[in-house]
């Protein structure tokens, strides 16, 4: 009896470098521990008296960056993804078949994020929430930010410039982050190539 034999093609899986820059504000707003203990508190049944709560703002900026275990701040790897699938949608790739021929690789395998180059300062917003009431939102923004992005590609779907090219158009037309274009009529987070 001779055995089937399965021969497995390389899928050439390449890395590549890209840095890029923003060029308009990035806004962030990761989902704090409090509001998530907030949700769990009213799911239960338990009283909650909002009257009481003193906001901080500095609190409320501090609990909403993506921070690593090492201290520095970041922006999640899947967000960055998400982006570049979209701008590939752009380019005129089918979305499904990008989706599955790159990663973008996290700095930090814990927290999946990808470390933000920039200092992050206080911004205040009115925003509408549910019934159309109103709230202030206090959230960290990076006017100067940049980033460096390593990504993982199979190089019998994606060439190198075709990475770029995807690159290059989730910055102009997806963005990152809060009031994105993607998702308002702001141009917030933003970005390009370096050196493009």
């Known amino acids: 009896m001779t055995k089937n034999q399965v021969e497995i093609k390389d899928l050439k899986i390449h890395t590549i470098t890209i840095p890029i820059v923003g060029i308009s504000p990035l806004v962030v707003h990761a989902f704090s521990h409090k509001i998530m203990m907030e949700m769990e508190d009213k799911q239960k049944g338990k009283s909650q008296n909002a009257k009481h709560k003193i906001r901080v703002p500095e609190n409320d ?25 979209r701008g590939a949608k752009i380019v005129g790739m089918v979305m499904k078949d990008t989706q599955t021929s790159f990663f973008v690789l996290a700095d930090c395998e814990t927290t999946q994020l990808i470390k933000i180059n920039g200092t992050a300062h206080m911004r205040t917003d009115m925003v509408r929430v549910g019934m159309g009431s109103a709230d202030v939102r ?29 690159v290059q158009a989730a910055g102009y037309g997806c963005g990152l982050g809060e009031m994105r274009p993607e998702k308002t009529a702001f141009g917030f987070g933003r970005f390009k190539i370096k050196g493009t």
């Open 138 to 166: 206090y959230r960290p923004e990076y006017t100067e930010w940049s980033m460096t992005l390593n990504i993982s590609f199979n190089a019998g779907v994606l060439s190198i410039d075709q990475i770029h090219q995807i």
């Open 61 to 85: 900026v501090q609990e909403s960056k993506h921070v690593s275990p090492l201290g520095w701040e970041g922006f999640p790897a899947a967000g960055m993804k998400k982006a570049m699938i």
